[in-house]
């Protein structure tokens, strides 16, 4: 697994979650990566005092934060603005639909530090964008093989091609039991130790079948017959028919995976 991360244009061109962002100041700086799902409310960085403030988290400024810096006086503002933006900071955001005021926006826009707004309140914005950032930097693999539902459980079927596990998982979606994906899923790890498995969106509820070509389960079989996503993944590898490997842990996955790949190539 590499390290993951998003990009601060990810933010702006969210359409799920509801973020709402846009673009105040600092567009050279979009490119910048986030590696945590923390977020910061600079408090007393904005009085000068910054021994504890961690740049590489969102910085959120809501209507206190404003309100102090349009207080205060303005040369005094621009000081302890100036020396904030001094750190490598990933991004300023304003929530309540703020107006951030003129030398806030400056001194982003010359440091290169997005500054972005939102019509959210602070507490709900918060919540929604700890809960993107939470879902998009999950540990994540890419495995080939089919995930079906099977009575509640998760099963990950693995092996070489045409060994036929899209045959095994139609058989399975006959019987009642519903696909979450075939050919690409990708497994996220949610803390502390659950997986869970879905399909590349542009397949989604698709089977490919030998003789057949390519097949829509959901058309075919109806809403019942398919999942979005699967938890308690448990799955099983095959190698010329025959059941190999059984596990639900990720570091045994994805390091049985890796074996797989090495000596059977998928």
């Not at 390290?3 to 490119?31: C, M, N, P």
């Not at 403030?53 to 205060?72: A, F, K, M, W």
């Not at 899923?185 to 030998?210: C, D, F, N, S, W």
């Amino acid at each position: 697994m590499n390290t993951i991360s998003l990009s601060i244009k990810d933010l702006l061109d969210d359409k799920v979650y509801g973020l709402d962002l846009k673009l105040f100041a600092g567009e050279k700086g979009l490119s910048h990566r986030l590696y945590s799902s923390r977020i910061q409310k600079p408090g007393l960085a904005l009085t000068g005092y910054t021994e504890h403030l961690h740049p590489d988290r969102l910085q959120v400024l809501g209507n206190t934060e404003i309100s102090y810096l349009r207080q205060i006086p303005e040369e005094s503002a621009i000081v302890y603005i100036e020396k904030l933006c001094t750190f490598p900071i990933s991004c300023f955001i304003v929530t309540k639909g703020l107006n951030p005021p003129a030398f806030l926006k400056k001194a982003a826009e010359n440091a290169g530090i997005p500054l972005l707004g939102t019509p959210h309140q602070s507490s709900t914005f918060i919540s929604l964008i700890t809960k993107f950032l939470e879902e998009s930097l999950l540990p994540t693999t890419h495995i080939h093989g089919v995930l079906v539902d099977v009575l509640g459980v998760g099963v990950l079927l693995l092996g070489k091609s045409g060994i036929g596990k899209s045959e095994c998982a139609l058989d399975l979606v006959i019987r009642g039991h519903r696909l979450v994906a075939d050919d690409i899923i990708h497994v996220k790890k949610k803390m502390p130790a659950a997986l869970v498995g879905q399909a590349a969106e542009t397949i989604q509820y698709h089977m490919e079948i030998r003789g057949l070509g390519i097949i829509n389960i959901k058309d075919l079989y109806g809403v019942s017959s398919i999942r979005e996503k699967k938890s308690s993944i448990w799955f099983s590898s095959w190698l010329n028919g025959i059941p190999i490997r059984n596990t639900t842990d990720w570091e045994s996955m994805t390091g049985f995976i890796q074996f797989l790949v090495s000596s059977y190539p998928i």
